[in-house]
């Protein structure tokens, strides 16, 4: 992995500035490089918030992300408002919650949907996505504890 660029995406309340929190801690503790942004509206539950992460084997000199290499989304509204407001999302590695995403209109994208929040429930959803990006990207996540 020389530089990933990760996008995970959805409503307050779904725990998904968490999810970048422990995604981007297990990457550094790992050995690698890791940034994360948050950018979510005034409303805390039920309001669009996206966190970006960027992981990489040397130091980040840009931590903002233009157009992420994969989009997780786990919330359909999430994935509207990305669309509306016209957000680059070409040729990325989408991955979605089955469960709580049901249109997608993106045809450039590869896509991979599982059923984050029916495997653990709503709550605990962004940490089953957690595990998968961790695998994805080969992060040991037994180091946070």
Do not use: W
């Not at 005034?42 to 290499?69: F, Q, V």
């Not at 994969?70 to 990305?82: G, H, P, R, S």
């Amino acid at each position: 992995m020389r530089l990933s660029k990760i996008r995970i995406a959805g409503i307050g309340g779904q725990g998904i500035k968490f999810a970048g929190e422990v995604l981007g801690k297990a990457a550094t503790l790992d050995g690698f490089y890791a940034s994360q942004r948050v950018a979510y509206t005034p409303a805390t539950r039920g309001g669009p918030i996206h966190t970006d992460i960027i992981i990489s084997e040397s130091p980040i000199r840009n931590p903002l992300i233009e157009t992420p290499d994969v989009l997780c989304v786990l919330a359909q509204y999430a994935l509207d408002q990305i669309i509306a407001q016209g957000e680059p999302i070409e040729g990325c590695l989408l991955i979605l919650d089955q469960d709580t995403v049901q249109h997608v209109v993106l045809t450039n994208c590869l896509t991979f949907s599982a059923p984050f929040s029916r495997i653990a429930g709503r709550t605990v959803a962004n940490m089953i996505l957690i595990g998968f990006l961790a695998r994805l990207f080969s992060i040991n996540l037994e180091k946070i504890a």
